[in-house]
């Protein structure tokens, strides 16, 4: 889900945790798409029609081997000046914010997901796994030492993971998988940013993340989104099975507003006045909006949402 408001730090997600970025190339197009490599060093496919409106084809990712990953470690230098932007700007802009602002990170299992690729990493977990701590233990020391320069100048009003790691009938890897590689680093950075100030500490992912769920919170996550239904992410069943000590955003189901009146009623008053009954719970649709959603629709949806939250 898109930031609306987001720290501009060379951080990862939002914006590209390399510094210097990978040298942007066209390799090949033709009349419908390109073939390129991104300053994050992944080749890809888009379309040149609507970008926008289509998902890339990924066909390469930057690290195959042990070489390739000590070959861009120096991309990670966390004490690059040119990663943080003017602090008295910053200050000026938002300290008198009436909005949220975030810094958006790449999280345990997006990182390397974004040097491997899905199915790669799922090999290196086995076939690897002194590189995967490696690059887990460079992820650590690289955030640590991050969030340490950004949190004394600035501080946030949470901070963003982003993960993406599950799929409709399940997370891309075991729980056994996330307590090795992933529980210790979590916790440790966790702990680290809420030591400096920071304390709400937000995790994305779409997908069925109920497996490795008390794992996060294990971790000291302490808000979730999106809450997607077509994977069952049912935000009532989060709550009554984890308890109410982290905020849920999301959990609307986009399909409804693609319906009828009828429907996004039944969507929105089935769970949302009980979800804001227990509190700490931010009502909104599961994932970006398709394009099917008809403008009479979404506005209704809104002034519902409204009505139903008293504003």
């Given at each position: 889900?898109?930031?609306?408001?987001?720290?501009?730090?060379?951080?990862?997600?939002?914006?590209?945790?390399?510094?210097?970025?990978?040298?942007e190339?066209?390799?090949?197009?033709?009349?419908?798409?390109?073939?390129?490599?991104?300053?994050?060093?992944?080749?890809?496919?888009?379309?040149?029609?609507?970008?926008?409106?289509?998902?890339?084809?990924?066909?390469?990712?930057?690290?195959?081997?042990r070489?390739?990953?000590?070959?861009?470690?120096?991309?990670?230098?966390?004490?690059?000046?040119?990663?943080?932007?003017?602090?008295?700007?910053?200050?000026?802009?938002?300290?008198?914010?009436?909005?949220?602002?975030?810094?958006?990170?790449?999280?345990?299992?997006?990182?390397?997901?974004?040097?491997?690729?899905?199915?790669?990493?799922?090999?290196?977990y086995?076939?690897?796994?002194?590189?995967?701590?490696?690059?887990?233990?460079?992820?650590?020391?690289?955030?640590?030492?991050?969030?340490?320069?950004?949190?004394?100048?600035?501080?946030p009003?949470y901070?963003?993971?982003?993960?993406?790691?599950?799929?409709?009938?399940?997370?891309?890897?075991?729980?056994?998988?996330?307590?090795?590689?992933?529980?210790?680093?979590?916790?440790?950075?966790?702990?680290?940013?809420?030591?400096?100030?920071?304390e709400?500490?937000?995790?994305?992912?779409?997908?069925?993340?109920?497996?490795?769920?008390?794992?996060?919170?294990?971790?000291?996550?302490?808000?979730?989104?999106?809450?997607?239904?077509?994977?069952?992410?049912?935000?009532?069943?989060?709550?009554?099975?984890?308890?109410?000590?982290?905020?849920?955003?999301?959990?609307?189901?986009?399909?409804?507003?693609?319906?009828?009146?009828?429907?996004?009623?039944?969507?929105?008053?089935?769970?949302?006045?009980?979800?804001?009954?227990?509190?700490?719970?931010?009502?909104?649709?599961?994932?970006?909006?398709?394009?099917?959603?008809?403008?009479?629709?979404?506005?209704?949806?809104?002034?519902?949402?409204?009505?139903?939250?008293?504003?």
């Amino acid at each position: 889900m898109a930031p609306r408001h987001a720290l501009p730090v060379n951080a990862g997600f939002t914006y590209n945790p390399y510094y210097p970025p990978f040298e942007e190339e066209v390799i090949s197009e033709d009349e419908t798409s390109r073939v390129w490599r991104d300053g994050q060093g992944v080749i890809k496919r888009d379309r040149k029609d609507s970008p926008e409106k289509s998902m890339s084809q990924f066909l390469e990712f930057p690290v195959k081997s042990r070489r390739d990953w000590e070959d861009l470690k120096w991309r990670l230098d966390p004490a690059e000046p040119a990663r943080y932007p003017d602090w008295a700007e910053v200050h000026r802009q938002h300290d008198n914010r009436d909005y949220v602002i975030g810094l958006y990170i790449c999280g345990g299992y997006g990182f390397p997901r974004n040097l491997f690729g899905e199915q790669h990493l799922a090999y290196a977990y086995y076939d690897t796994p002194d590189l995967v701590h490696d690059i887990m233990a460079c992820w650590l020391s690289f955030y640590k030492d991050l969030t340490g320069r950004v949190l004394a100048e600035f501080v946030p009003d949470y901070l963003y993971i982003w993960e993406d790691m599950a799929f409709k009938n399940g997370p891309l890897i075991s729980p056994t998988t996330f307590r090795e590689f992933m529980s210790p680093y979590y916790t440790e950075l966790i702990s680290h940013v809420k030591r400096l100030g920071l304390e709400i500490v937000m995790v994305d992912s779409d997908g069925d993340n109920r497996p490795i769920f008390d794992l996060f919170l294990e971790a000291g996550m302490n808000a979730f989104l999106p809450c997607e239904i077509a994977a069952n992410m049912e935000p009532l069943e989060l709550r009554e099975r984890f308890g109410n000590d982290f905020l849920i955003i999301g959990g609307i189901d986009k399909r409804a507003l693609s319906t009828d009146f009828a429907a996004i009623d039944h969507e929105v008053m089935r769970k949302v006045p009980k979800l804001l009954e227990t509190g700490r719970y931010i009502p909104t649709v599961d994932h970006s909006c398709p394009p099917d959603i008809a403008f009479e629709n979404y506005r209704y949806y809104v002034e519902l949402l409204r009505n139903v939250c008293g504003g």
